[in-house]
């Protein structure tokens, strides 16, 4: 086992140059579009870094532990998006930001790992452990459950109706005990799994884990940062584009936000590691759904403007049917490449309902 060598270090330090190149960029005020560029180059370069330290990480610990380690650290900059959208008084940009979160992971991410991985498989189709995409599904489904009681309350104009925000942050808090008491005993049984294995299983890290744990902290934060100034240049870039609202927050922020779990997930799964690559993807989607989203509306709470499980019909409908497609899809184990350009051509269809929003 060795520290970096001289191409990673290479690489990580052009990485981290673009970084200061984007923030340079952000505060001298160039052109937005420009900066917006640069901004998502540099969410792009921090993803291969995290990428990396999280394969390393992989090959000391389970997939379920790496994958809920790496998961929380990419969502790292959907949590700043919807706050500084908040504070900004952007509710909407700050809603369809969570919206685009799950749809690119569980649509656009899980169905390119899918591809990526039936092929790198020794037979027709990707094989992993089924118990993870159960949960997600689960998890899901729990969260769109208050989503489409709200939604039909408010459809119905029953009294229930005048009360949204309340039930909401009572939703929050039993979608954030559901998902306590689902990750403690899934973390501990991943971990006890891990040590009756061969350590040979994943390999032999390439360096300490220190260096690995490093690059995954400084990478999340950086994603964090750098999500911040591609935010900032994000109004004016839609304004000079003419795109909807709804595009650029499900859409454009949905992937650019997510950059980490895109290239993580899919590289991973080229390489064979599908059980890391799927608890990548299906971690990142149970955050967003049943911790990230309601944690923030308990959060919203100390800004002017609140969030709340209150959508439009169609993003409720949506929510809906990506959930059985997911389970469908993947609830047995396995799942075979058409399956995957199957959830790919979901996500297309959405961005374009999204593009005349």
């Given amino acids: 086992m060795s520290a970096l060598s001289r191409a990673e270090q290479l690489t990580v330090a052009g990485v981290f140059g673009l970084v200061v190149v984007a923030g340079v960029a952000h505060y001298a005020g160039i052109a937005s579009i420009p900066a917006f560029v640069l901004a998502a180059l540099a969410l792009a370069g921090l993803a291969h870094v995290v990428s990396f330290a999280t394969e390393q990480v992989g090959r000391r610990f389970g997939p379920g532990i790496t994958g809920v380690m790496q998961s929380t650290l990419g969502n ?25 979160s799950l749809f690119a992971n569980a649509l656009l991410v899980l169905g390119a790992v899918i591809v990526v991985g039936s092929r790198a498989a020794d037979g027709p189709v990707m094989r992993f452990r089924p118990r ?8 899901l489904l729990v969260t769109i459950f208050i989503i489409v009681v709200v939604g039909i309350s408010l459809a119905s104009h029953d009294p229930a109706s005048r009360h949204v925000q309340t039930i909401s942050v009572v939703a929050a808090v039993a979608l954030l005990g559901v998902y306590l008491a689902w990750v403690v005993p899934y973390l501990r049984a991943d971990a006890a799994a891990s040590q009756g294995s061969d350590p040979a299983e994943h390999g032999e890290p390439l360096v300490p884990l220190a260096i690995s744990a490093g690059l995954l902290a400084v990478g999340g934060v950086g994603a964090a940062f750098v999500s911040d100034w591609f935010v900032a240049e994000l109004r004016p870039t839609i304004d000079q584009l003419h795109i909807s609202e709804a595009f650029a927050g499900i859409v454009i922020v949905g992937i650019a936000g997510n950059a980490v779990e895109n290239l993580a997930g899919i590289v991973l799964a080229h390489k064979g590691q599908a059980d890391l690559a799927i608890s990548v993807v299906k971690n990142s989607v149970a955050q967003i759904a049943a911790f990230l989203y309601p944690a923030l509306v308990l959060i919203s709470l100390v800004f002017k403007h609140h969030l709340n499980f209150a959508l439009e019909p169609v993003y409720i409908g949506a929510l809906l049917m990506s959930a059985l497609a ?21 996500y ?10």
């Fill in 76 to 100: 790292l900059p959907e949590l700043f998006v919807v706050i500084f959208a908040l504070r900004a008084g952007e509710v909407v940009v700050a809603q369809t930001s969570i919206l685009g």
């Fill in 132 to 139: 993870l995409p159960q949960d997600t599904a689960t998890l």
């Fill in 326 to 346: 997911v389970w469908q899809i993947t609830g047995d184990g396995e799942a075979a490449a058409f399956e995957g350009w199957a959830l790919i051509a979901l």
């Fill in 348 to 357: 297309v269809m959405l961005a374009a309902v999204t593009l005349y929003e």
